[in-house]
């Protein structure tokens, strides 16, 4: 002890100064208990002198009064000869034993971090709960990125539309579109109304709902077939999905014919629909009528 002591004084007293109690190694104007200062990055080293092997640790710890509040350190994970490898230990919690202090974060032997676990797999690895702040983040938002990796809270996209007509019109021997509808929704502002042709806004895979409402005007006999089709007719990437629906003819009858699909678009695309009807027949294509009413809707499902 006593060479210890009067080796430390040779230092301070060659290297150093004490002031006011304050010890100064390497200054002569120490501003705490001790400074060390030098013109170089290896200021100081703590050194386990113990022969390396699992679970070795080297520890400095903080205290507060009589309460240990802290601590690093480092901590081999596998001695693996004579090139062992370690972790990195950052500890909280306040406690009289060291002992108890909690090793709340971790950096491994390869870059690892985890926060909550000692053993990391991926460059962060949080083990619990995290709270991203900022970028006026508000409910129900999610996480993007931009293209260079920089992440923020951004409102989710919303893509979906409703369109049903609300006057009657004469249907017609052969095809025809579905045009002049009313929208009444169109999240992404993706559908033209007159046209009834909505255009895909992002690639991803959308799900469409279209129903057509008749009304048979005429008493011949016999049978109808109604199609309804879901066409998509954008150049090598075109589809036709059609519900054939039969059905009597019958004066004042008012059959239904509904259609529902999923289909990977890509932006751009276009999709619009179509009847296909055996005998016009004197059929009306009914807008809305009570709680029925021919309507094309959709929405992008991821």
């Known amino acids: 002890m006593k060479k210890i002591i009067v080796a430390l004084l040779l230092l301070v007293s060659s ?34 002198t113990q022969y390396h092997s699992d679970s070795t640790k080297s520890r400095i710890y903080f205290k507060t009064n009589r309460f240990f509040t802290g601590g690093i350190g480092t901590h081999i994970t596998n001695a693996n000869g004579d090139y062992p490898f370690a ?48 970028n006026g983040a508000t409910a129900g938002d999610v996480l ?3 293209a260079n990796g920089n992440a923020s809270w951004q409102a989710p996209q919303k893509i979906a539309f409703y369109a049903e007509l609300t006057a009657d019109k004469p249907a017609v021997t052969g095809s025809q579109a579905v045009t002049n509808y009313t929208e009444l929704t169109d999240d992404g502002a993706a559908f033209n109304p007159t046209t009834g042709l909505y255009t895909v806004p992002s690639n991803g ?33 075109s589809f036709i999905e059609q519900s054939t ?7 004042g009858y008012g059959p239904t014919c509904q259609l529902n ?8 695309d276009q999709v619009f629909v179509e009847l296909l009807l055996s005998n016009s027949a004197a059929i009306t294509i009914r807008g809305r009528s ?10 992008k499902a991821h």
């Open 87 to 134: 972790r990195m230990s950052f500890f909280t919690y306040t406690s009289s034993n060291p002992a108890t202090l909690r090793e709340h974060m971790s950096i491994a032997d390869d870059g690892k971090v985890g926060i909550g676990t000692v053993s990391p797999t991926a460059l962060l690895d949080i083990n619990g709960s995290f709270r991203l702040r900022g």
């Open 205 to 237: 895979f959308y799900n469409f709902t279209a129903k057509a409402h008749f009304l048979v005007d005429d008493g011949t006999t016999g049978n109808i077939a109604y199609v309804l089709r879901i066409r998509c007719n954008t150049a090598g990437r």
């Open 261 to 268: 699909i999923m289909r990977q678009l890509n932006a751009g």
């Open 144 to 146: 993007t990125s931009d």
């Open 245 to 251: 629906c039969v059905y009597p003819v019958l004066t």
């Open 15 to 48: 290297t150093g100064l004490i002031t006011a109690q304050n010890v100064g190694i390497g200054t002569t104007a120490p501003v705490a208990r001790l400074e060390v200062s030098k013109p170089d990055s290896g200021l100081a080293v703590f050194s386990n």
């Open 290 to 299: 009570g709680s029925a009413a021919t309507f094309f809707a959709g929405h």
